[in-house]
């Protein structure tokens, strides 16, 4: 059974700094692509930040220069270093790995971590 365990979000004044991390526990292959979501109220998910197994990186425009997105595949990890965060960056952040399992993917999405920039 694979889980994606998050943690790191909480509450951060504009300009601050936030760290996410997600780890991948359970058996399996290889992970494909680890990425980060995320949803505010009234709002659709969104792909904040992936990254592919062959060093392929993507951002949405809006966190481009302020978030960084890396992985740590001895431990089945990925971060998100969130900097100059501001409160349009407000909502629940969702972790999610593409997880090779045998001849297939499979797609697992964490349980969600709130990040809320306000002063």
């Known amino acids: 059974q694979v889980q994606l365990v998050e943690s790191g979000g909480g509450l951060v004044q504009p300009g601050g700094s936030l760290r996410l991390s997600c780890a991948v526990t359970?058996?399996?292959?290889?992970?494909?692509?680890m990425g980060w979501h995320r949803q505010a109220p009234g709002k659709q998910r969104e792909s904040v930040a992936f990254?592919?197994?062959?060093?392929?990186?993507n951002y949405v425009d809006s966190v481009k220069g302020r978030f960084t997105i890396s992985r740590d595949n001895a431990n089945n990890t990925c971060y998100l270093q969130m900097n100059s965060l501001k409160p349009e960056d407000t909502a629940v952040y969702y972790c999610?790995?593409?997880?090779?399992?045998?001849?297939?993917?499979?797609?697992?999405w964490g349980q969600g971590t709130q990040v809320t920039v306000s002063s």
């Open positions: 999610n790995a593409v997880v090779v399992i045998g001849p297939h993917q499979y797609d697992y």
């Open positions: 990254h592919i197994n062959a060093g392929r990186i």
């Open positions: 359970g058996t399996f292959f290889r992970i494909y692509a």
